[in-house]
């Protein structure tokens, strides 16, 4: 049994983490497992589509100018969206001919159009596809928040400029829509929450859905001495120590920059400011920073797991105020690490986060709620058996081994059930 994993960037992102490690976790379990991304910028080992100097070139050219159409075209509100006007035939590439099942992850990008899925479609292999944003049913967007456009057939779109019925979202819909005609596919939903929403969507309600949540390495992520972590990143032992992801700036939507604030200064209204920070990693534009009211330390780009791990050590406490994510790797990289995550009851942080057993699930967009739940971990008369539900949630659900397996469940069903047609 030969797996082909098709993604548009190595390690890049949730997705590009979420590719690699089941990648990994499945040969692991002696699986013939690869992954073939469309564009490796700086890592030569990495199996690209993209190979050669002109095709690395003209791959580049493509990513550039969808983001100067999109920019064109989208008002300014920070939301993803692919035009997809750019791609890739790879039908007929030796490891995908080669491969019994074709394993789609997320393919923007001047990766795949949907004209290149169909082509895929025509080869008769058994199809899989992992959701990472919602994309794959939209018009265009990758977060949705509020709008219900696309249990219908998109049109106009509120993150256009120019929005009516026949409008870019209603056309890529439609492009969508002819392409998966020709194609049968399963899907996986790593959330609970995305199965529900692919199955509301108009493109692919009829779907085969098996939710499958992602792994990780729990061997890097894993409980370290919170003592001992602290001390390495020159924070004092007593301090009540706060740790959050990407922060862009306090107008950011996507992840609720703005209600951590609040819940912050509610939050040294109760506790005294000496003895709480709050760490931050995963800035990268170190001019549009948000101010926080209390004592600060900006991380930065973490690039090593290792150091990342230590960071979730280190902290008594994850906060991802997100407002939308599907199965935020932070949140389960935390637990992993046995810290508790504080954050909204949205997207798949529900199939993590068990409320007030391993942290707490805050009312959405509720920042009072938010601070509640911070101040409910400090409070809290026995902090390791929270960090020790952590783990045990991660050790239960999302291993790598547990992962794999229903994964490889899976495929066997699809060859089982293609040989037996």
Known sequence: MKILHLNSYKDNGGAGKAASRINLALQNQGID????????????????????????????????????ISKLNLKPLKTPFSFSLFGKDISAHPSVIQADILHLHWINHAFMRPADLAKLGKLGKPIVWTFHDSNAFTGG??????????????????????????????????????????MKFHVIAPSKWMADSVKQSKLLSNRNIHVIHNTLNTEVFKPLSKQESKKQIHINNKTFVMLSGFMPSRNDRHKGTSYLIKALEIIIKEIAAEQIELLVFGNRNQKNLPDFPVKVTFLGKIESEEELAKCYSAADVFLAPSLEDNLPYTVMESLACGTPVVAFKTGGIPDMVKHKENGYLADYKSFEDLARGIKWVFDHPERQYLNDQARQTVENLFSPAVIASRHIELYKSLIFKDVSA
């Not at 057939?153 to 829509?177: M, Q, T």
């Open 33 to 68: 497992s690869e992954l073939w991304v469309n564009f490796s910028p700086h890592n030569s080992k990495v199996k690209t589509f993209s190979s050669g100097i002109i095709n690395h070139g003209f791959t580049a050219a493509a990513i550039v100018l969808e983001r100067i």
């Open 141 to 182: 967007c990758h977060v949705r928040y509020s709008c219900d456009h696309f249990k219908r057939e998109c049109g106009n779109c509120p993150l256009l400029k120019s929005p009516y019925p026949n409008d870019w979202s209603h056309r890529i819909w439609k492009r969508k829509a002819k392409a998966y005609s020709d």
